[in-house]
């Protein structure tokens, strides 16, 4: 399958706290990026890393990409109330040159 | 900021019915996307557009679905003769210069098919 897969499902935090999402994938990827989606609207594109990249920021967010493992994670820092959403990793296979997105993890930040 | 828009918002159709969403990509990009999300599920790719024909397509892709870019800024995804199973929420995106750039999503059409 060239499914992604993020874990976890689902994560609840306090505003404040860091929040980490993980998404991995079993082919060889050109470049991976990450979105939020919140309540079933428009995707919101948040960074993107190519293979050749380990580690990219952005504002609160850090993105780390680990090709050897076929992992990459999303790195909240101080969390906020207006984070909570839906987030998303999307990998381009370099093989078929077609985007898979993960399954999603489902973040509530707690005010 | 430039973005993506895509019009209608939401589209209720009657299984057979033909219908056309349509996307106003990024004025200067060059790649465009068409993805579907049935609820609950994960987003999924449909089909890729470059230079007026498509890049790459998905096995969800099949003979029910076209897509066009009528002008130079309207990409449009027509579904034949729609299913039950058609309905999602389908997103348009785009890309500047190279495939392998940020792709841009639109707000996306939810298509309810009854």
């Known amino acids: 399958s060239q499914q992604g897969e993020e874990d976890p499902q689902a994560l609840s935090i306090q505003e404040g706290e860091n929040a980490t999402m993980n998404c991995s994938y079993k082919t060889s990827i050109n470049n ?12 919101v594109h948040l ?11 952005s504002g609160r967010l850090r993105v780390t990409l680990d ?41 509530k930040v707690l005010a | 900021e430039p973005e993506v828009t895509q019009t209608p918002s939401h589209q209720v159709t009657q299984m057979g019915q033909e219908v056309i969403l349509r996307c106003v990509p990024i004025s200067n990009h060059l790649y465009f996307y068409w993805y579907r999300q049935i609820l609950g599920q994960k987003v999924e790719f449909l089909v890729s557009f470059y230079n007026n024909e498509i890049s790459e397509k998905s096995e969800i892709f099949d003979d029910q679905f076209s897509v066009e870019r009528p002008d130079g800024s309207n990409f449009t995804l027509k579904i034949r003769s729609t299913k039950l199973e058609d309905s999602a929420m389908y997103f348009c995106a785009s890309s500047d210069r190279l495939y392998t750039d940020t792709q841009y999503f639109g707000p996306g059409t939810r298509l309810t098919v009854l």
Not at chain 1, 32 to 43: A, I, K, T
Not at chain 1, 94 to 107: A, C, D, E, P, V
């Open chain 1, 32 to 43: 991976l990026q990450w979105y939020r989606q919140n309540s079933g609207r428009g995707l």
């Open chain 1, 47 to 57: 960074i993107l890393i190519r293979s050749n990249e380990r580690e990219k920021h």
């Open chain 1, 67 to 107: 090709t050897s493992k076929k992992s990459s994670s999303l790195l909240i820092t101080a969390s906020r109330a207006a984070d909570t959403g839906s987030f998303f990793c999307a990998f381009l296979n370099s093989g078929t040159y077609k985007y898979i997105f993960g399954t999603g993890t489902r973040l």
